[in-house]
C-alpha cells in the first residue's frame, strides 16, 4: 500500500494559487483511479483505490501548508506504513512551470509543508514529485507569490504538469523510483543563440539537492 500526499491549503480562496500545485496532482490521480477525495480523515481529505495493481491512499492535508506533516503522520501511523510507501507531490519554485522531478529523498530546501513532513516523519528518506510553479518576481513577496494565482498560458502548463506528475507516481509505485527518476530528471541542453557555436543562451536546468532552496516558504 501507498500513502500519496498532494500539498496544498484548504478552502476555495486557496484552490487555484501555486502553492496548491500538489493537490491538484491528487486530483489527477482521483479521476484516474475513479474515486472522490471527500472522506474526512487523518485531518484531512481522503480517498482510496488502485493505481496499477497497488492499493493507495490520496490524501489533501487540511492543516494548512505548515502543519502537513501532523496529517501524513496521523495516515502513515494508522497504516504502519514505511518511509518508502508516502509518495509526496509538491510545488517547487526552483523549478520552471510545468516542470516535474521526482527524487528518493532529500531535505526540504526551505519548503515549509516539506519541513512540517521531515519533523513528523522523523526522516528526509521518502519519495516526493517536485512540480515547477516558477521562481517569484524580483522584489516581490515570496509569501504573496506561492499564494498568487497562474497566468493564462501557466495555467496551461500546469495542468499539463499535474497530468505528467500523476503518471510520474504510477511509474514510480510501479516501476520505482530509480525508473521515475530516470524518465523525469532528464536535463535541458542550454539554447543556442542565433550565430553562436556554442550554447551560450540560457543555462541548463540542472537537479538539486534540496529543491526549493529559494528562501521560506508560506
Known amino acids: 500500500m501507498y500513502l500519496i500526499a498532494g500539498l496544498g491549503n484548504p478552502g476555495k480562496e486557496y484552490a487555484t494559487t501555486r502553492h496548491n500545485a500538489g493537490f491538484r496532482v491528487v486530483d489527477c490521480l482521483a479521476e484516474k483511479i475513479g474515486c472522490e477525495v471527500g472522506t474526512r480523515k487523518f485531518l484531512g481529505l481522503t480517498g482510496s483505490g488502485i493505481l496499477g495493481s497497488e492499493k493507495v491512499l490520496l490524501l489533501k492535508p487540511q492543516t494548512y501548508m505548515n502543519n502537513s506533516g501532523e496529517s501524513i503522520r496521523a495516515a502513515a501511523d494508522f497504516y ?12 517547487d519554485i526552483s523549478l520552471e512551470v510545468g516542470s516535474v522531478r521526482v527524487r528518493a529523498q532529500g531535505s526540504a530546501g526551505g519548503h515549509n509543508g516539506m519541513k512540517s513532513i521531515i519533523a513528523h516523519l522523523g526522516t528526509q528518506a521518502y519519495p516526493r514529485v517536485r512540480v515547477g510553479i516558477g521562481d517569484k518576481p524580483p522584489r516581490m513577496d515570496l509569501a504573496d507569490y506561492v499564494l498568487s494565482r497562474f497566468t493564462k498560458a501557466e495555467e496551461e502548463e500546469i495542468e499539463k504538469a499535474a497530468e505528467a506528475a500523476a503518471k ?23 539554447k543556442q543563440q542565433a550565430g553562436e ?6 543555462k541548463a536546468e540542472v537537479e538539486t539537492n534540496g529543491g526549493q532552496t529559494a528562501g521560506e516558504r508560506a
Do not use: F, H, W
Open 80 to 91: 504502519k506504513l514505511k518511509p518508502e510507501q508516502v509518495i509526496v507531490i509538491y510545488d
Open 168 to 190: 510520474a507516481v504510477e511509474l514510480l509505485i510501479s516501476e520505482g523510483v530509480q525508473t521515475a527518476m530516470n524518465r523525469y530528471n532528464k536535463v535541458k541542453k542550454p
Open 197 to 202: 557555436p556554442g550554447a551560450v543562451g540560457q
